[in-house]
């Protein structure tokens, strides 16, 4: 029997030290490691995972750049498979076992609120992706929001839709509503319906209606019927597709209509309804017109579409994907100025300075909103076709409001040809 | 009668029973020791995940294991039990305990009321209109504002409670007692006269009937208690997750798992639902943390498959033939 000396065992440290892992090198390095739970599948699935390949692109970007602090960035993710009950256990996981040096937010406010109570008991710094009025009923002082909508969403959503309607060369008169039954939409109509009669409207039709509608063409004839001057839709992807192809087949024809439908900015949609969107004024978060060329945004973008297509996720990245990349860059540049992990000196670095970001320069407000809503209405202009590609260059969504980004004049009546 | 029936003399009950609690509090107290031992709240998240399971399955199971009657409404009356719980704090301030009670009695009085207005309905439209339950439900849900309506509700849970370690282990423990006491309940009803006259339902309603079986009245027995006991399962789920909206409330998968998990367990007996819901509650919490995709209801659905071709009788059918 051959035994093994004390010279034989050091050389088979010493091989076995040749076959380290990459993963355990990685850990070597020790990356700052940043956790959260996305929805990769369900019914969020579709901008979860554009959101998941923005915050690819951004690490790597960081990590070519020489990391953080001098630290490669590490993203831990969970499918959390859009159901709000898998939330609370992701993150538990996230901070307690696999003891993750940050923590970001899943997309959507449904999938934020279930997680708010584990990051609040721990303390955590949280910046979030499209969250609306989350923090409301939490008020964490560490919660920051990536959202255009800003703290007061009842006094400003609508406010540019209304601003745009009252651009007409004749002052509307009359407002129509409907609302699909959920918590960003009632929130939407609720801002049209308070400040169009701040404005003078009158309401001649105000109706809500529940996300399982797959019929929309007695809803449009009774909102035909009432002839309004602006019709105002708060709507989701499903049912805004139905209410755009009702809308067409009937026919109908408002000076302003278009509102708050959440659809029109997914390239898939935009594919489907072709030159059905023509002159449809729509809110909306990003447009790659030259008035919101902000730095790094075209690079994002370059990067994101060479990839898109085979990671089988919206191909123009025109919607929440830059907000994704730019979530990331606020803990990015936050960790840089406060130069260690200290969850308080985040939050409070968070608070008091401005990021400079690739959907612009933001600032956050006390209740972690940003503190300049800047929610976007444009307009679908000369489309003729489905073809995606006129959606990558500027003229095809003007936007025309905000006045500090507006690029375009406003096209009406819908349903004019193109 | 069916094979599933384990005949209980007045002799055996006694020790049997003390045996059961005894072993079921003593698994309890050890979770928490083991758990408390790890020191990390993600085992609470995930064993409140499981436990939520083993009670909605084992009060499936009164109604659809032992009755026969298979109910698609399992989601319905959980949460109704949840925006029971939602409602009573909106109302008046009181808390997740007094909110399960509240839950119990609102789902067990909705049971009663499903229970009579479907006593003549068996077999697949008893199953329909127990789905349609859920959908009605739903939209009263989603028009109601009080409770948040289509926007949801928030809990702002306190950050800490005396004298538990954290929120999470509170959580637990809760979901840990309901777990036992549900358990305890459905094993009671199946070694008493209800859980067998239960059972002749199951088997032949009719010759149940003319042999003396109450129906009328054991099924509304069965349809309050499962009501009750589902209700008391989902009166937790705003304090767990902080938010609750009618989608989550709602949820496909607590309708699929409520039936799915006594099936691969045992239907009929009360610890096929348990086995079923440490099983597949443990795989699909697993497969979060793991594989991390939409692999859940993949798993549940390809387990299903293979049981009722391989084991119709479920997990507990495979022993009792060895035996």
């Known amino acids: 029997m051959t035994r093994i000396t004390r010279r034989d065992l050091g050389r088979l440290v010493l091989a076995s030290g040749a076959f380290v892992s990459p993963a355990a090198m990685g850990q070597g390095a020790n990356p700052i490691r940043i956790g959260y739970a996305m929805s990769l599948s369900g019914g969020l699935a579709a901008n979860g995972r554009s959101s998941l390949l923005?915050?690819?692109?951004?690490?790597?970007?960081?990590?070519?750049?020489?990391?953080?602090?001098?630290?490669?960035?590490?993203?831990?993710?969970?499918?959390?498979?859009?159901?709000?009950?898998?939330?609370?256990?992701?993150?538990?996981?996230?901070?307690?076992?696999?003891?993750?040096?940050?923590?970001?937010?899943?997309?959507?406010?449904?999938?934020?609120?279930?997680?708010?109570?584990?990051i609040m008991q721990r303390r955590m710094c949280y910046v979030s992706l499209f969250g609306a009025g989350v923090n409301e009923a939490f008020k964490y002082d560490r919660y920051f929001s990536m959202n255009v909508a800003g703290d007061d969403i009842k006094g400003t959503y609508g406010k540019g839709f209304l601003e745009v309607a009252f651009s007409l060369p004749t002052p509307p008169r009359t407002l129509s509503i409907l609302a699909v039954d959920n918590e960003f939409a009632q929130k939407a109509a609720e801002s049209v319906r308070h400040l169009g009669r701040q404005r003078g409207l009158r309401i001649v039709y105000d109706r809500s209606y529940p996300p399982t509608t797959v019929d929309f063409a007695p809803t449009v004839r009774a909102i035909a019927a009432t002839r309004p001057d602006v019709v105002f839709f708060a709507s989701y992807p499903p049912d805004s597709n139905g209410l755009l192809r009702a809308i067409s087949e009937l026919k109908v024809t408002a000076p302003i209509l278009g509102g708050g439908m959440i659809g029109p900015q997914i390239a898939a949609v935009q594919a489907q309804m072709g030159p059905i969107l023509n002159n449809l004024v729509n809110w909306d978060v990003y447009s790659p017109e030259p008035t919101m060329n902000f730095p790094g945004v075209a690079a994002f973008q370059e990067k994101y579409r060479a990839r898109a297509v085979a990671e089988q996720v919206d191909p123009l990245g025109n919607y929440l994907q830059p907000f994704a990349y730019a979530q990331m860059q606020v803990v990015e540049q936050s960790l840089a100025r406060v130069g260690k992990i200290d969850q308080a000196a985040l939050a409070t670095d968070m608070h008091a300075?401005?990021?400079?970001?690739?959907?612009?320069?933001?600032?956050?407000?006390?209740?972690?909103?940003?503190?300049?809503?800047?929610?976007?209405?444009?307009?679908?202009?000369?489309?003729?076709?489905?073809?995606?590609?006129?959606?990558?260059?500027?003229?095809?969504?003007?936007?025309?409001?905000?006045?500090?980004?507006?690029?375009?004049?406003?096209?009406?009546?819908?349903?004019?040809?193109? | 009668m069916s094979a599933t029936t384990i005949p209980?003399?007045?002799?055996?009950?006694?020790?049997?029973?003390?045996?059961?609690?005894?072993?079921?509090?003593?698994i309890g107290v050890a979770l928490v020791v083991i758990l408390r031992l790890i020191g990390n709240d993600y085992g609470y998240f995930a064993g409140y995940f499981v436990l939520q399971y083993v009670v909605l399955a084992s009060a499936w199971n009164i109604l659809g294991g032992y009755a026969g009657y298979v109910n698609f409404g399992a989601a319905g009356f959980m949460a109704a039990g949840a925006y029971t719980a939602v409602a009573l704090r909106k109302a008046t301030g009181l808390d997740l305990i007094p909110g399960i009670v509240a839950a119990a009695f609102v789902s067990g009085l909705l049971g009663l009321g499903t229970g009579y207005l479907t006593l003549r309905l068996r077999g697949v439209f008893f199953s329909i209109a127990t789905l349609c339950l859920a959908v009605v439900l739903q939209t009263l849900i989603?028009?109601?504002?009080?409770?948040?309506?289509?926007?949801?509700?928030?809990?702002?849970?306190?950050?800490?409670?005396?004298?538990?370690?954290?929120?999470?282990?509170?959580?637990?423990?809760?979901m840990l007692v309901l777990a036992i006491l549900t358990v305890g309940i459905a094993r009671a009803v199946e070694h008493s006269r209800i859980g067998r006259g239960l059972q002749a339902i199951r088997d032949n309603e009719r010759a149940a009937?003319?042999?003396?079986?109450?129906?009328?009245?054991?099924?509304?027995?069965?349809?309050?208690?499962?009501?009750?006991?589902?209700?008391?399962?989902?009166?937790?789920?705003?304090?767990?997750?902080?938010?609750?909206?009618p989608d989550a409330a709602f949820s496909l998968s607590y309708a699929v798992n409520a039936i799915a998990m006594p099936l691969i367990g045992g239907a009929g007996t009360w610890a096929g639902p348990v086995i079923g819901a440490v099983l597949l509650g443990t795989l699909q919490q697993a497969a979060t943390v793991t594989i991390s995709s939409a692999l859940n209801l993949w798993i549940v659905g390809w387990m299903l498959v293979i049981f009722v071709a391989l084991a119709p009788r479920g997990i507990m059918g495979w022993f009792r033939k060895r035996r």
């Open chain 2, 8 to 26: 209980v003399t007045a002799e055996t009950a006694g020790p049997r029973n003390l045996a059961f609690w005894g072993g079921a509090i003593g």
């Open chain 1, 353 to 418: 300075n401005e990021f400079k970001t690739v959907v612009g320069d933001i600032r956050f407000s006390a209740l972690g909103e940003w503190a300049e809503e800047r929610n976007l209405f444009v307009q679908f202009q000369g489309i003729r076709d489905g073809d995606l590609e006129k959606y990558k260059k500027p003229g095809t969504k003007v936007i025309l409001y905000p006045n500090n980004l507006k690029s375009g004049t406003l096209r009406t009546p819908y349903g004019a040809p193109a």
């Open chain 2, 142 to 174: 989603v028009n109601w504002d009080y409770v948040g309506g289509s926007r949801g509700a928030y809990i702002v849970n306190p950050l800490e409670i005396p004298p538990f370690a954290s929120w999470g282990e509170y959580m637990f423990i809760v």
């Open chain 1, 54 to 118: 923005a915050h690819k692109i951004w690490q790597e970007d960081v990590n070519a750049r020489g990391g953080i602090l001098g630290r490669p960035v590490e993203l831990v993710f969970y499918d959390d498979q859009t159901n709000p009950g898998t939330v609370p256990a992701l993150y538990t996981k996230l901070i307690d076992v696999d003891k993750v040096d940050i923590v970001t937010s899943p997309y959507a406010t449904v999938m934020i609120a279930p997680s708010m109570p584990v």
């Open chain 2, 209 to 245: 009937e003319a042999v003396g079986v109450p129906t009328l009245r054991l099924k509304l027995i069965a349809t309050t208690l499962c009501g009750a006991l589902m209700g008391v399962a989902g009166a937790p789920l705003p304090y767990y997750s902080g938010y609750l909206n």
